[in-house]
């Protein structure tokens, strides 16, 4: 197996357990139009998935016409329950510091997004320009080209990168781009959900703390610090 050279991991669901909120908004935006939907359903469908590419699939599945303002609203109520309840994953920090491999962010989410979730988090420090986004590619998660750009941007082989993915759409990108796809299962907004993985998007493992990855894997870690 080739050596490691990268990691990438994914954003919301994996370092910062977001999800469950941006998924409980929605949800609730989406009721008062008509559209009725569960958890479930999110993170089969739209977990991983860029936020205009999710709006076009609610008007294409239930032909209901949103309007224009709908996105500003939506994004502007997702912010304000982000600077409430928005939390880092238990032993995220303590695991990249660790990390004896470079290392960097790909997110399907809006450059603001990122930028503001990362700071909320304190997380901004820790990455810095290591963070890229799907507004750089032409296509989005489940297509390879945000994992294939971030290797490309940190000079890695995409074979010898690993990705942290939690949703099925960023499983089916990292493996379309040939790299170790690890899932991670620790976030709320998997709770309680079956999570056996359809034949196209079966990770190589699946975690659900950095504690039991780390002790997965130790030889990608600098220290056997407790997390």
Not at 175 to 193: C, I
Request: hydrophobic residues 45%.
């Amino acid at each position: 197996m080739t050596t490691p050279e990268l990691i990438i991991f994914d954003c919301d669901g994996v370092l910062i357990d977001s999800e469950v909120i941006s998924a409980r908004q929605l949800i609730a935006e989406l009721a008062g139009y008509g559209v009725q939907m569960d958890m479930a359903f999110v993170s089969r469908h739209f977990l991983g998935r860029s936020y205009p590419v999710v709006l076009q699939e609610v008007r294409d599945r239930w032909g209901v016409q949103l309007p224009d303002r709908f996105e500003a609203d939506y994004r502007a109520r997702l912010l304000a329950a982000f600077e409430r309840d928005l939390r880092v994953m238990p032993g995220v920090v303590a695991a990249i510091r660790d990390l004896a491999i470079p290392y960097c962010l790909a997110t399907s989410s809006s450059p603001e997004r990122m930028r503001k979730s990362l700071e909320i988090t304190g997380l901004s420090g820790v990455f810095g320009h290591l963070a890229f986004t799907a507004s750089e590619v032409a296509r989005g998660k489940p297509a390879p080209d945000l994992f294939l750009h971030a290797a490309k941007r940190m000079g890695a082989d995409p074979a010898a990168c690993i990705v942290i993915e939690d949703s099925l759409n960023g499983i089916r990108a990292g493996l379309a781009a040939g790299m170790r796809v690890w899932r991670f299962t620790g976030g709320s907004h998997l709770k309680g959900l079956d999570l056996t993985p359809p034949e196209d998007a079966i990770p190589e493992a699946s975690y659900d703390d950095f504690a039991a990855l780390r002790a997965a894997h130790p030889a990608l870690f600098l220290s056997e610090s407790v997390i």
